[in-house]
T-cell receptor, first 114, second 113 residues
Framework: AQSVTQLGSHVSVSEGALVLLRCNYS??????LFWYVQYPNQGLQLLLK??????LVKGINGFEAEFKKSETSFHLTKPSAHMSDAAEYFC????????????FGKGMKLTVNP | NAGVTQTPKFRILKIGQSMTLQCAQD?????MYWYRQDPGMGLKLIYY???????DKGEVPNGYNVSRSTTEDFPLRLELAAPSQTSVYFC????????????FGSGTRLTVV
């Protein structure tokens, strides 16, 4: 069975600062990993995904994430935060064996201060 | 390019009333899902379907029912609404959840009073 841990529920950064959102996973088989973003009053949209092709994955809006098997991590980063990045971010995991559903973390709310 | 369409966007129900939340996708995805989202609680899976005619319970199915008579539609039925069902409901679909992830609808905000 897979699980995802997003420690904490809220991160606050200044505009222009580094964004780092942590995600650790647990999986007994090679995982697929995803980051989703949810802007206020909207549905979730896919930010990026790891499906074993490359360990450093680039997504939309300047975000990227690196798969580190030794650390069982898939942290999301962006070098310079923008006000428009304020949203909630969800990490999710599935397995490469044909799982029927994703397992989501509890989410992390990102606030960007001017 | 409609994707996943949910209706209605907002609804207020009285305790004991029933309603159906509609979800339709035009991408020919076999997998469809219903989640509820409560503040600070993340997403909780209510029901899901791996194809027409096949449904299965998620984490929190009590008080809800689903059907999947076509590939396109996956309605969620609330019987005897309770205040605990006040939430935002999201429908999602996928051709292959492991490799592709989900496409989400924009949600239905339901208040039970």
């Amino acid at each position: 069975a897979q699980s995802v841990t997003q420690l904490g529920s809220h991160v606050s950064v200044s505009e222009g600062a580094l964004v780092l959102l942590r995600c650790n996973y647990s999986s007994s088989v090679p995982p697929y990993l995803f980051w989703y973003v949810q802007y206020p009053n909207q549905g979730l949209q896919l930010l990026l995904k790891y499906t074993s092709a490359a360990t450093l994955v680039k997504g939309i809006n300047g975000f990227e994430a690196e798969f580190k098997k030794s650390e069982t991590s898939f942290h999301l980063t962006k070098p310079s935060a923008h006000m428009s990045d304020a949203a909630e971010y969800f990490c999710a995991v599935s397995d490469q064996g044909g799982s029927e559903k994703l397992v989501f973390g509890k989410g992390m709310k990102l606030t960007v201060n001017p | 390019n409609a994707g996943v369409t949910q209706t209605p966007k907002f609804r207020i129900l009285k305790i004991g009333q029933s309603m159906t939340l509609q979800c339709a996708q035009d991408m020919n995805h076999n997998y469809m899902y219903w989640y509820r989202q409560d503040p600070g609680m993340g997403l909780k899976l209510i029901y899901y379907s791996v194809g027409a005619g096949i449904t299965d319970k998620g984490e929190v199915p009590n008080g809800y029912n689903v059907s999947r008579s076509t590939t396109e539609d996956f309605p969620l039925r609330l019987e005897l609404a309770a205040p605990s069902q006040t939430s935002v409901y999201f429908c999602a679909s996928s051709p292959s959840p492991g490799r592709s992830g989900y496409t989400f609808g924009s949600g239905t905000r339901l208040t039970v009073v």
